[in-house]
Protein backbone atom coordinates (compact mmCIF):
# COMPACT_ATOMS: atom_id res chain seq x y z
CA UNK A 1 0.00 0.00 0.00
CA UNK A 2 1.39 3.22 -1.03
CA UNK A 3 0.76 6.45 0.61
CA UNK A 4 0.28 9.04 -2.77
CA UNK A 5 0.79 12.57 -2.03
CA UNK A 6 -1.28 14.51 -4.81
CA UNK A 7 -0.90 18.52 -5.44
CA UNK A 8 -4.10 19.64 -7.00
CA UNK A 9 -3.20 22.67 -9.45
CA UNK A 10 -6.52 23.59 -10.08
CA UNK A 11 -7.44 24.14 -6.04
CA UNK A 12 -3.96 25.46 -4.84
CA UNK A 13 -4.62 22.31 -2.40
CA UNK A 14 -2.47 18.70 -1.28
CA UNK A 15 -4.82 15.30 -1.31
CA UNK A 16 -3.51 12.24 0.20
CA UNK A 17 -4.63 8.87 -1.30
CA UNK A 18 -3.62 5.22 -0.45
CA UNK A 19 -3.48 3.07 -3.47
CA UNK A 20 -2.36 -0.54 -3.74
CA UNK A 21 0.67 -0.98 -6.28
CA UNK A 22 -1.49 -2.59 -8.67
CA UNK A 23 -4.54 0.22 -8.60
CA UNK A 24 -4.75 3.35 -11.23
CA UNK A 25 -2.80 6.49 -9.68
CA UNK A 26 -4.98 8.91 -8.40
CA UNK A 27 -6.98 11.25 -12.10
CA UNK A 28 -5.66 8.53 -13.97
CA UNK A 29 -8.42 6.87 -16.15
CA UNK A 30 -8.78 3.98 -17.53
CA UNK A 31 -6.11 2.00 -15.47
CA UNK A 32 -3.36 3.25 -17.85
CA UNK A 33 -0.82 3.74 -15.54
CA UNK A 34 -0.80 1.64 -12.21
CA UNK A 35 0.94 2.76 -8.66
CA UNK A 36 3.76 -0.03 -9.14
CA UNK A 37 4.49 1.20 -13.15
CA UNK A 38 4.42 5.23 -11.60
CA UNK A 39 6.44 4.31 -8.81
CA UNK A 40 9.03 2.40 -11.08
CA UNK A 41 12.39 1.15 -9.07
CA UNK A 42 11.44 3.45 -5.67
CA UNK A 43 11.54 1.88 -2.59
CA UNK A 44 9.46 4.83 -0.88
CA UNK A 45 6.14 3.71 0.84
CA UNK A 46 5.37 7.79 -0.70
CA UNK A 47 5.14 8.73 -3.65
CA UNK A 48 4.19 12.45 -5.18
CA UNK A 49 3.12 13.99 -8.27
CA UNK A 50 0.34 16.90 -8.90
CA UNK A 51 -3.02 16.81 -11.06
CA UNK A 52 -1.56 18.42 -14.13
CA UNK A 53 0.90 15.71 -14.62
CA UNK A 54 -1.42 12.73 -14.05
CA UNK A 55 -4.12 14.63 -16.48
CA UNK A 56 -1.16 14.71 -18.64
CA UNK A 57 -1.03 11.21 -19.29
CA UNK A 58 -4.02 10.68 -19.78
CA UNK A 59 -3.85 12.29 -22.87
CA UNK A 60 -0.96 11.15 -24.08
CA UNK A 61 -1.97 7.77 -23.30
CA UNK A 62 -4.81 8.87 -25.59
CA UNK A 63 -3.73 10.37 -28.47
CA UNK A 64 -1.32 7.44 -28.70
CA UNK A 65 -3.42 5.22 -28.15
CA UNK A 66 -1.57 1.78 -27.42
CA UNK A 67 -0.01 1.12 -23.95
CA UNK A 68 3.01 3.28 -22.91
CA UNK A 69 5.63 0.73 -21.14
CA UNK A 70 6.84 2.59 -18.20
CA UNK A 71 10.44 2.43 -16.99
CA UNK A 72 11.06 5.09 -14.44
CA UNK A 73 8.55 7.78 -13.35
CA UNK A 74 9.26 8.81 -9.45
CA UNK A 75 12.18 8.55 -7.12
CA UNK A 76 12.98 10.39 -3.69
CA UNK A 77 16.11 12.41 -4.22
CA UNK A 78 18.19 10.51 -1.30
CA UNK A 79 17.16 7.54 -4.07
CA UNK A 80 19.05 9.47 -6.95
CA UNK A 81 20.00 7.94 -10.02
CA UNK A 82 18.95 10.88 -11.82
CA UNK A 83 20.26 15.12 -11.94
CA UNK A 84 20.65 17.84 -9.09
CA UNK A 85 17.21 18.68 -10.58
CA UNK A 86 15.51 15.95 -11.84
CA UNK A 87 11.60 16.12 -12.70
CA UNK A 88 11.67 12.44 -11.48
CA UNK A 89 12.25 13.85 -8.05
CA UNK A 90 9.04 16.25 -8.26
CA UNK A 91 6.65 13.22 -9.90
CA UNK A 92 5.99 15.32 -12.54
CA UNK A 93 8.07 12.96 -15.45
CA UNK A 94 7.99 9.88 -17.16
CA UNK A 95 11.22 7.87 -18.58
CA UNK A 96 9.33 5.19 -21.22
CA UNK A 97 9.63 3.09 -23.91
CA UNK A 98 12.68 1.08 -22.76
CA UNK A 99 11.75 -2.03 -23.68
CA UNK A 100 10.44 -1.19 -27.09
CA UNK A 101 11.75 -1.74 -30.94
CA UNK A 102 13.62 1.99 -31.77
CA UNK A 103 10.71 2.50 -34.29
CA UNK A 104 7.96 2.57 -31.65
CA UNK A 105 10.30 4.64 -29.67
CA UNK A 106 10.13 7.27 -32.65
CA UNK A 107 6.43 6.96 -32.89
CA UNK A 108 5.74 7.93 -29.30
CA UNK A 109 8.31 10.49 -29.33
CA UNK A 110 6.62 12.23 -32.23
CA UNK A 111 3.20 11.69 -30.85
CA UNK A 112 4.79 13.44 -27.32
CA UNK A 113 5.76 16.01 -29.20
CA UNK A 114 3.08 17.00 -31.34
CA UNK A 115 0.19 16.34 -28.39
CA UNK A 116 1.94 19.62 -26.87
CA UNK A 117 0.27 18.39 -23.21
CA UNK A 118 4.08 18.32 -21.84
CA UNK A 119 6.31 20.79 -20.68
CA UNK A 120 9.28 19.37 -21.96
CA UNK A 121 10.07 16.38 -24.09
CA UNK A 122 14.09 16.01 -24.30
CA UNK A 123 15.37 15.44 -27.90
CA UNK A 124 16.30 11.73 -28.59
CA UNK A 125 20.04 12.52 -29.00
CA UNK A 126 19.77 12.75 -25.13
CA UNK A 127 17.57 9.46 -24.69
CA UNK A 128 18.76 7.20 -27.20
CA UNK A 129 17.00 3.85 -25.80
CA UNK A 130 14.06 5.65 -24.14
CA UNK A 131 11.39 8.97 -24.21
CA UNK A 132 11.16 11.68 -21.65
CA UNK A 133 8.66 14.00 -21.01
CA UNK A 134 7.94 16.51 -18.34
CA UNK A 135 4.72 18.37 -16.83
CA UNK A 136 7.30 20.74 -14.69
CA UNK A 137 5.53 24.10 -13.49
CA UNK A 138 7.01 27.43 -12.43
CA UNK A 139 9.69 29.71 -13.27
CA UNK A 140 13.15 28.19 -12.45
CA UNK A 141 14.53 29.72 -10.05
CA UNK A 142 18.20 29.54 -11.86
CA UNK A 143 18.80 30.79 -14.81
CA UNK A 144 20.14 27.30 -16.29
CA UNK A 145 16.72 25.79 -15.55
CA UNK A 146 15.37 23.23 -13.06
CA UNK A 147 13.20 24.00 -9.33
CA UNK A 148 11.04 27.14 -8.61
CA UNK A 149 11.88 28.95 -6.32
CA UNK A 150 9.50 28.18 -2.76
CA UNK A 151 8.76 30.21 -0.22
CA UNK A 152 6.07 30.66 2.55
CA UNK A 153 2.91 30.07 1.93
CA UNK A 154 3.67 27.80 -1.25
CA UNK A 155 2.68 24.31 -2.04
CA UNK A 156 3.25 21.62 -4.52
CA UNK A 157 5.75 18.95 -5.66
CA UNK A 158 8.58 21.04 -4.68
CA UNK A 159 7.71 22.11 -1.41
CA UNK A 160 7.72 18.08 -1.19
CA UNK A 161 11.27 17.95 -1.72
CA UNK A 162 12.67 20.26 0.05
CA UNK A 163 10.85 19.07 3.04
CA UNK A 164 12.51 15.57 2.14
CA UNK A 165 16.16 17.06 1.74
CA UNK A 166 15.65 19.19 4.85
CA UNK A 167 14.13 16.11 7.36
CA UNK A 168 16.70 13.96 5.64
CA UNK A 169 19.73 15.73 6.48
CA UNK A 170 17.99 16.46 10.24
CA UNK A 171 16.57 19.61 9.54
CA UNK A 172 12.85 19.14 10.84
CA UNK A 173 10.24 20.23 8.93
CA UNK A 174 7.07 19.32 11.21
CA UNK A 175 5.89 16.97 8.44
CA UNK A 176 6.26 15.84 4.95
CA UNK A 177 3.20 17.46 3.63
CA UNK A 178 3.66 19.95 0.84
CA UNK A 179 2.75 22.78 2.48
CA UNK A 180 5.56 25.59 3.32
CA UNK A 181 4.44 26.95 6.73
CA UNK A 182 6.46 28.07 9.66
CA UNK A 183 8.19 24.68 10.55
CA UNK A 184 9.76 24.47 7.44
CA UNK A 185 10.64 28.04 6.93
CA UNK A 186 12.37 27.62 9.82
CA UNK A 187 14.04 24.65 9.10
CA UNK A 188 15.56 26.26 6.11
CA UNK A 189 16.60 29.06 8.32
CA UNK A 190 18.70 26.68 9.87
CA UNK A 191 20.13 24.84 7.18
CA UNK A 192 20.79 28.10 5.12
CA UNK A 193 22.80 29.68 7.82
CA UNK A 194 25.06 26.03 8.80
CA UNK A 195 25.59 26.43 5.20
CA UNK A 196 27.26 29.63 4.74
CA UNK A 197 23.78 30.60 2.31
CA UNK A 198 22.12 34.26 3.08
CA UNK A 199 19.54 33.41 5.45
CA UNK A 200 15.96 34.58 4.03
CA UNK A 201 13.99 31.46 4.65
CA UNK A 202 13.72 31.47 0.94
CA UNK A 203 14.53 28.04 -1.32
CA UNK A 204 15.92 30.06 -4.29
CA UNK A 205 18.71 29.02 -7.37
CA UNK A 206 21.52 28.57 -4.62
CA UNK A 207 19.86 27.01 -1.70
CA UNK A 208 18.24 24.44 -4.17
CA UNK A 209 21.30 23.61 -5.73
CA UNK A 210 23.41 23.09 -2.04
CA UNK A 211 20.48 20.90 -0.52
CA UNK A 212 20.22 18.59 -3.81
CA UNK A 213 24.02 18.05 -4.08
CA UNK A 214 23.99 17.61 -0.15
CA UNK A 215 21.29 14.82 -0.65
CA UNK A 216 20.94 13.12 -4.18
CA UNK A 217 21.86 9.75 -3.82
CA UNK A 218 22.96 9.20 -0.09
CA UNK A 219 20.03 7.43 0.49
CA UNK A 220 17.11 7.20 3.33
CA UNK A 221 18.82 8.63 7.05
CA UNK A 222 17.73 8.24 10.57
CA UNK A 223 15.59 11.46 10.15
CA UNK A 224 14.21 10.86 6.92
CA UNK A 225 10.34 10.81 7.27
CA UNK A 226 6.96 9.35 5.20
Sequence with gaps: ???????????NRMETYYKGEREAMPYNTNQ???VREFRGSSGSSTLWTDRNTMRAWNSQRYIYGKPI?????????????????????????????QRMTQSERNALYN?????????????????????????????????????PLISRGSRGVYVLIAQDDLNTLGYTTGGLDGIYGDKTRDAVLAYQRKAGLTADGIVGCNTWRALQNAVVGTGRTSTTID
Excluded at 1 to 11: E, G
Design 1 to 11: MAKILVYNNST
Design 32 to 34: TLL
Design 111 to 147: SAVNSKVWSYVEPQTYTPTWVHFDKRYGTPACSTGGY
Design 69 to 97: DVGFAFRRTWEGSHGTQSQHYAGTAFDVG
